[in-house]
């Protein structure tokens, strides 16, 4: 049987979600698929391409909505979180492959979220940053709230430490609440920067146009 490129991202997504990031290796994966080592590098030059796919799959639902920008960032976050919670070790997957520059999902959400950040009054050139910082947040929270679940399941977890009872979407919540006013703030300083070099620049364009005598040409 021909061996397709989603065929192996397909297998991939399923070592992944049975035994963790950690198992998810090449040579395993040609054992689930019942074919060499060699077959899989016809498809993919190297693991990280492997990964870039699967986080690509993982985060196909992933989409910009309307509404804004505000609306547009909390619904973005929340459809990040909520398919990288479903899939084991999806944060750190997904991580792995964004720093790796291997996900053009990833890098869709990003412009996304810089475009939203722009519609906040946010400098062209921070606007991207502003978008990153969002990211390595929901990355960030996401992968701790994975390895207290596992933790968790595993009874490891002192009281009042399980994310089954410290109401994890509230804390992500607030904490996406906090970006959301920094990006407003970064707005209205970007706002109020750009009102005083016109009325610089307006200012010494009047000056210009008077003789030396002070009257008006």
């Known amino acids: 049987?021909?061996?397709?490129?989603?065929?192996?991202?397909?297998?991939?997504?399923?070592?992944?979600?049975?035994?963790?990031?950690?198992?998810?290796?090449?040579?395993?994966?040609?054992?689930?698929l019942a074919v060499s080592p060699g077959a899989l590098y016809w498809h993919f030059a190297n693991k990280q391409q492997l990964l870039?796919?699967?986080?690509?799959?993982?985060?196909?639902?992933?989409?910009?909505?309307?509404g804004s920008w505000r609306d547009r960032v909390v619904g973005l976050c929340r459809e990040l979180r909520n398919a990288l919670l479903s899939h084991t070790d999806g944060?750190?997957?997904v991580s792995a492959s964004f720093a790796a520059g291997q996900s053009a999902a990833m890098t869709s959400?990003?412009?996304?979220?810089?475009?939203?950040?722009?519609?906040?009054?946010?400098?062209?050139g921070r606007a991207?940053?502003?978008?990153?910082?969002?990211?390595?947040?929901?990355?960030?929270?996401?992968a701790d709230e994975q390895s207290r679940l596992q933790?968790?399941?595993?009874?490891?977890?002192?009281?009042g430490q399980s994310v089954l009872?410290?109401?994890?979407?509230?804390r992500f919540a607030f904490g996406l609440g906090l970006l959301l006013d920094g990006i407003a703030d970064a707005g209205a300083d970007a706002a109020r920067e750009t009102a005083a070099s016109r009325a610089v620049n307006g200012s010494g364009a009047?000056?210009?146009?008077?003789?030396?005598?002070?009257?008006?040409?």
Do not use: N
């Open 1 to 32: 049987m021909q061996l397709h490129k989603s065929d192996v991202v397909d297998a991939a997504a399923r070592l992944l979600d049975h035994y963790g990031i950690a198992d998810l290796t090449m040579r395993r994966l040609a054992r689930e």
């Open 52 to 66: 870039g796919a699967v986080a690509d799959r993982m985060l196909g639902f992933v989409e910009d909505t309307d």
């Open 91 to 93: 944060a750190e997957l």
């Open 109 to 124: 959400i990003v412009t996304a979220l810089a475009d939203a950040a722009s519609d906040a009054g946010v400098a062209p």
């Open 128 to 142: 991207e940053l502003a978008a990153r910082t969002v990211v390595y947040y929901v990355l960030g929270f996401t």
């Open 151 to 159: 933790w968790d399941a595993a009874g490891a977890l002192p009281d």
């Open 165 to 170: 009872t410290t109401d994890p979407s509230g």
């Open 206 to 217: 009047r000056r210009a146009c008077r003789h030396p005598s002070g009257e008006a040409r």
